[in-house]
């Protein structure tokens, strides 16, 4: 597969492809993603199917070392998961100029089957988690101690 953006183009091979059966809320025409790391802390989620939907993404873990949510058996069973090693978290997160208002989305996280390539995005609810939880505020995930 072959994607054109900008003036480089997005090489992805089958086995490196997660499909997001319903999309992600909000883009739920697109189905196809690739992830481009970016650096030791975060990823572009890219779409295969628009290569002008891509979304920032990490590892929640590393920032937040007491987020925590359950998986519900429906959700279990729409990615296949049996086994909780096949399981990768990933959140959204919103990037801006100001470093102080970059946020990670904790309340709706990206969950991936790393064994049969799906994906999909919980909507956690209820929860205490919010979409716009400050990610690099006045703590990095070198002061809090999770490297």
Known sequence: MNIQKDTYDIQAVPEEVFEFK????GFEGYTKFVILP???????????????VAFIIT????????????????DQ?????????QIMVRAIVTW?????????????????NLKNKSG???????TSYQSKHPLLGPQTPEESGND
């Not at 319903?22 to 809320?25: E, S």
Request: no cysteine; proline share 6%.
């Open 59 to 74: 590892d929640p873990f590393i920032f937040f070392k007491d987020y925590e949510f359950e998986l519900s058996e429906s």
């Open 96 to 112: 801006g100029n100001d470093l102080t208002k970059v946020t990670a989305n904790l309340a709706a996280p990206l969950v991936f």
């Open 120 to 126: 999909k995005q919980i909507v956690l609810y209820p």
């Open 22 to 25: 319903n999309g992600i809320p």
């Open 38 to 52: 970016q650096d030791e802390h975060f990823s572009i989620l890219q779409s295969l199917d628009d290569s002008n």
């Open 77 to 85: 069973a729409q990615l296949n998961i049996s086994d909780s090693a």
